[in-house]
């Protein structure tokens, strides 16, 4: 049975993996933006969020999605 270690370090390598997938498709196909949408703003936006069809930065996310939602704390990463 796996300890939490070993746990940790499937996760730690298929984050790098997922990582690079998504550095390389950025390379090839770029779904979002890479800086955010935000005119205010303007921050960079992480590779991993472009990938995922991101506009905005993590920032601004969160305050629309505490907007559209109040009383939910967070968003997805
Ligand atoms: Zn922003």
Do not use: S, W
């Not at 990582?19 to 205010?40: E, F, M, P, S, Y």
């Not at 472009?50 to 920032?59: D, K, P, R, S």
């Amino acid at each position: 049975m796996p300890d939490a270690m070993d746990r940790n370090q499937e996760y730690a390598e298929a984050f790098a993996a997922d990582a690079l997938a998504n550095h390389k498709g950025r390379l090839q196909q770029r779904v979002g933006r890479i800086t955010c949408a935000n005119l205010d703003c303007g921050d960079a936006i992480h590779p991993a969020r472009t990938a995922l069809g991101a506009q905005l930065c993590i920032e601004c996310q969160r305050e629309e999605e505490a907007a559209a939602h109040p009383g939910r704390i967070g968003a997805v990463e």
